[in-house]
């Protein structure tokens, strides 16, 4: 009698004991549905960006700039068949006439929800800010080569696995043949090859959400700042870069800090009537506000490092695979 009664008492126990840890589900925990998104490759993106300095700088009008625009083409088109080729002469401020190209990839082309990132890929003809050979142009491996770096391997992403929306990735030609003063002839002297393309977009009235350029988004501890336009005009994109790269852990690279204005390649793309952000380097301490390197021969590959390029890729990619769920 005692042995059952004991055997019985154990039994209960076991029962207490086992029972509620295997039938009581525990809630699941109230996260939204979230797409692990590829990994980005910042090895293959700072292979994509030596390969653009090899060609020398790629100032429109040159030879250079030729062979790298059929690279880009040829490099565009291994990851998608819808590339278009934009042909056109545009006037600098200078009064130059450049043969410019636009190149503009597409991704899920039929779908309506959209997202266009965007870089430019000239280089500037001069080294205007630095104290020797100022008349020489320069390597632009942070200024023109890091964002079309980041973007060729964005495009080999979404070439391997299609995102639930639409992207277009365009390379945008003669950003950088601007005016250096702040004078009346700096006015819209920037950002030729993107002025071009939104009196002439590729496709007969194309839009998208949102837009985002990547402006010298290569360099060693680089420093992403609120640009103003950016935040004056498209927060929401703003506010869903910097919180993704705080969750993947790069806050040390997009600073939640104002930055200034920069009259880039985003504020045309803005008139045109798409939403957009830049992300691009910057510097408190300069006068220019931007990085020591930049407009001068320090601008070369040696100044690139992948870790800031996977900050900047895989932030993008996280985004991407996100949207349209
Ligand atoms: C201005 O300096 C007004 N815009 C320059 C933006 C730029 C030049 N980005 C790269 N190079
Ligand atoms: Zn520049």
């Known amino acids: 009698m005692y042995n059952r009664t004991r055997l019985l008492f154990l039994l209960l126990v076991l029962l207490w004991a086992c029972g509620?840890?295997?039938?009581?589900?525990?809630?699941?925990?109230?996260?939204?549905?979230?797409?692990?998104?590829p990994s980005f490759n910042a090895d293959s993106a700072y292979e994509y960006i030596r390969q653009q300095v090899a060609f020398g700088p790629r100032v429109p009008n040159s030879k250079e700039h030729v062979a790298c625009a059929q690279y880009l083409f040829d490099k565009?088109?291994?990851?998608?068949?819808?590339?278009?080729?934009?042909?056109?002469?545009?006037?600098?401020y200078d009064d130059v006439r450049l043969n410019i190209r636009n190149y503009i990839a597409s991704f899920n082309?039929?779908?309506?929800?959209?997202?266009?990132?965007?870089?430019h890929w000239d280089t500037r003809p001069w080294a205007d800010q630095d104290s020797d050979r100022e008349r020489?142009?320069?390597?632009?491996a942070d200024d023109g080569a890091s964002g079309v770096g980041v973007l060729l391997e964005i495009a080999r992403q979404l070439s391997a696995k299609a995102p639930a929306i639409g992207v277009d990735i365009a390379f945008f030609d003669a950003e950088d043949w601007g005016a250096k003063g702040g004078g009346p002839e700096s006015e819209d002297s920037y950002a030729l090859g993107t002025q071009y393309w939104t009196r002439q977009p590729h496709i007969a009235n194309y839009t998208a959400n949102y837009g985002i350029l990547l402006d010298m988004v290569g360099a060693r501890n680089a420093q992403f700042r609120l640009e103003g336009f950016s935040s004056e005009q498209a927060l929401y994109v703003v506010d869903k870069i910097?919180?993704?790269?705080?969750?993947?852990?790069?806050?040390?690279?997009?600073?939640?800090?104002q930055g200034g204005y920069?009259?880039?390649?985003?504020?045309?793309?803005?008139?045109?009537?798409?939403?957009?952000?830049?992300?691009?380097?910057?510097?408190?301490?300069?006068r220019s506000g931007f990085a020591p390197h930049w407009h001068t021969h320090q601008d070369s590959l040696s100044i690139?490092?992948?870790?800031?390029?996977k900050a900047v890729g895989q932030t993008l990619l996280e985004v991407i695979y996100n949207e349209g769920h």
């Not at 929800?113 to 870089?119: E, G, H, I, K, Y």
């Not at 009259?263 to 803005?270: A, L, N, P, S």
Request: no cysteine; glycine share 4%.
């Open 20 to 37: 509620p840890q295997q039938t009581v589900q525990q809630p699941p925990a109230p996260s939204p549905v979230k797409v692990i998104a």
């Open 76 to 92: 565009l088109k291994a990851s998608t068949p819808n590339v278009v080729e934009q042909k056109g002469v545009v006037t600098t």
């Open 109 to 119: 082309p039929d779908k309506k929800n959209r997202v266009l990132l965007f870089a």
């Open 136 to 140: 020489e142009p320069i390597d632009g």
């Open 242 to 257: 910097w919180k993704s790269a705080a969750a993947l852990g790069y806050s040390n690279y997009f600073l939640l800090e």
């Open 262 to 286: 920069v009259t880039d390649d985003h504020v045309y793309v803005i008139r045109y009537g798409i939403p957009s952000i830049d992300i691009i380097n910057s510097d408190k301490t300069t």
């Open 304 to 309: 690139i490092d992948p870790l800031t390029l």
